[in-house]
Nanobody, 124 residues
């Protein structure tokens, strides 16, 4: 059973920073493309970034490129999303997801099979 647990959300002023973390089992971490998604009220879930098990970044959404960084900590089995220069439009529920495969093939949330419960990010 794949379990993903996000943490690190909160409220921040525009221009501030937050770092989200996604905890996964060692097996999940080592064998899955891991992605971060977000969903604002009334909007579709949006892919933000994804990372290969190797640590290579797959992609960043244009809306966050240059401000957000996806990374991983091999020792702690954590996938991070460092968010800088936050804007009010970044306000959303943020989700960590595992693709179910070791290659990152799509930004479509429908292609990701395992999801965390989400963590709220509010930028004012």
């Amino acid at each position: 059973d794949v379990q993903l647990v996000e943490s690190g959300g909160g409220s921040v002023q525009a221009g501030g920073s937050l770092r989200l973390a996604c905890a996964a089992s060692a097996y999940t971490y080592a064998t899955n493309c891991m992605g971060w998604f977000r969903q604002a009220p009334g909007k579709e879930r949006e892919g933000i970034a994804a990372i290969y098990p190797s640590g290579d970044t797959n992609y960043y959404a244009d809306s966050v490129k240059g401000r957000f960084t996806i990374s991983q900590d091999n020792a702690k089995k954590l996938v991070y999303l460092q968010m800088n220069s936050l804007k009010p439009e970044d306000t959303a529920m943020y989700f960590c997801a595992a693709d179910g495969r070791s290659v990152c093939t799509s930004r479509d949330p429908k292609e990701y099979h395992f999801w965390g419960q989400g963590t709220q990010v509010t930028v004012s």
